[in-house]
C-alpha cells in the first residue's frame, strides 16, 4: 500500500482510486469468463430515412447479460475492455453474432444491413483485418455475402494514426465494407480525419444532436456537418434522435437518416422484424422534405 505524499493516513480520494482499480481489475476479470460463457448479447437500433421512412439498416450494440447484476450497459465495462486486447476478443464476437443475426433474418425473408462498432485499438491493431476475414469467410460463400456489414468507429484519441486508419479504411473498401466515423464532431481532428480518411459515412454526434432545439451553436455545427458531408459525398446519420422537433429540424438541414429513442430505442434481434413492419414516420417528418427532393 502506497502512502499519501503529504501525510501518513489515505485520503477519502484515494480510497476511492484503490475502488476503482479494484473495480476495474474485477471487471476485467469478469468479462473474460463472460466472452467463453457467452453473456454478452446484441440489441439493435434501427436507423431511418425520415422522409421515406425506409429502414436502412441497424446499429448493433452489445450489453452484458450478467448473472449477478442483471442487463448491463456498455458504459459500465467497453473503457475497461478498450485499455486491452479484450477489445479485440469483443470485437470478433460482435462481428461474429451480427453476421449470424444477418443471416437469420434473412432466413426469415429480412435484408438488413448492419453496423458494428469496433474499438480504435482493435481496428488499428495488426489483427484487425484478419479477424474481419475470417467473421466473413464463415458467412460468405464463393465470394458472395448475404449481408451487408458496416464498421463504425469512434474518431478519437486513439484513431490518431490517420495514415494507418487510411490503410486499414482501403482494405476494408476492398472487401465492400463501409467505415463510417461515430460520434463525428467530438474529436480533436474532424475536418483532417475527413480529409484524409475514405470514410463513407459520419454520425453526428448525440451531444450536439441533443442540442438543436435550444442551443444556436449546436444547431450550427450540425448543419454546417451536415452540409461537409453531403459535399463530399458522404452518408450523414443523425444520432440521438430524441423528438420530432428534432427530427423535423434535422429534414429541414438535409439530414434524412436518423437512428435515436424517437424513432426507436435499441431491441432485442427478435423483436426488429415486427418493428420494422409497424414504424411509420411521423406526418410532419414525410411532408418535412423540399418539394422536388428526390
Ligand atoms: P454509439 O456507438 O455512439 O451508440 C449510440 C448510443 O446512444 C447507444 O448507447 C444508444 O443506445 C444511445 N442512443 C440511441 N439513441 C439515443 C437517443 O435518442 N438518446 C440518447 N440519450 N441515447 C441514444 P449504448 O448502447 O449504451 O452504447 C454506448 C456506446 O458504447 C456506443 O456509442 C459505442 O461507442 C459503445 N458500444 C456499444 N456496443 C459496442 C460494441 O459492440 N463494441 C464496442 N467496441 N463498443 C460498443
Ligand atoms: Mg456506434
Ligand atoms: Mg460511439
Ligand atoms: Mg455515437
Known amino acids: 500500500r502506497v ?3 503529504e501525510g501518513n493516513g489515505w485520503t477519502p480520494f484515494q480510497e476511492e482510486m484503490e475502488e476503482a482499480l479494484e473495480n476495474r481489475h474485477r471487471i476485467k476479470n469478469e468479462l473474460v469468463r463472460a466472452l467463453s460463457e457467452k453473456e454478452l448479447v446484441l440489441h439493435y437500433q434501427p436507423q431511418v430515412d425520415m422522409v421515406s421512412g425506409a429502414v436502412t439498416g441497424v446499429e448493433a450494440l452489445v450489453r452484458w447479460n450478467h448473472p449477478k447484476r442483471g442487463l448491463l450497459f456498455p458504459e459500465s465495462f467497453i473503457n475497461v475492455a478498450e ?4 477489445i479485440s476478443s469483443l470485437g470478433r464476437s460482435v462481428m ?10 434473412k432466413t426469415g425473408g429480412l435484408d438488413l444491413r448492419v453496423s458494428v462498432n469496433i474499438g480504435a485499438r482493435h481496428f488499428l491493431s495488426d489483427n484487425f483485418l484478419a479477424d474481419l476475414d475470417a467473421a466473413l469467410s464463415r458467412h460468405c460463400r464463393k465470394g458472395i455475402c448475404p449481408v451487408t456489414l458496416e464498421i463504425e468507429v469512434t474518431e478519437t484519441e486513439a484513431l490518431k494514426d490517420l495514415s494507418k486508419a487510411q490503410k486499414i479504411i482501403k482494405r476494408c473498401l476492398e472487401t465492400g465494407i463501409v467505415v463510417s466515423l461515430d460520434d463525428f464532431g467530438t474529436g480533436q481532428a474532424s475536418l483532417t480525419s475527413l480529409q484524409r480518411l475514405s470514410v463513407g459515412e459520419i454520425k453526428i454526434d448525440k451531444g450536439f444532436v441533443g442540442k438543436i432545439q435550444d442551443s444556436d451553436k449546436d444547431r450550427a455545427i450540425v448543419s454546417s456537418l451536415v452540409v461537409v458531408g453531403r459535399m463530399m459525398g458522404i452518408d450523414v446519420v443523425a444520432e440521438g434522435i430524441e423528438t420530432e422537433a428534432d427530427g423535423l429540424l434535422l429534414i429541414g438541414m438535409g439530414c434524412r437518416v436518423a437512428q435515436g429513442y424517437a424513432i426507436a430505442k435499441p431491441m432485442p434481434a427478435e423483436a426488429v422484424p415486427a418493428w420494422i413492419a409497424d414504424w411509420t414516420p411521423f406526418d410532419s417528418w414525410k411532408r418535412g422534405a423540399t418539394p422536388g427532393d428526390p
Open 83 to 86: 485499455k486491452s486486447d479484450l
Open 3 to 5: 502512502k499519501t505524499r
Open 96 to 105: 461474429e453474432e451480427a453476421l449470424a443475426q444477418q443471416e437469420r433474418w
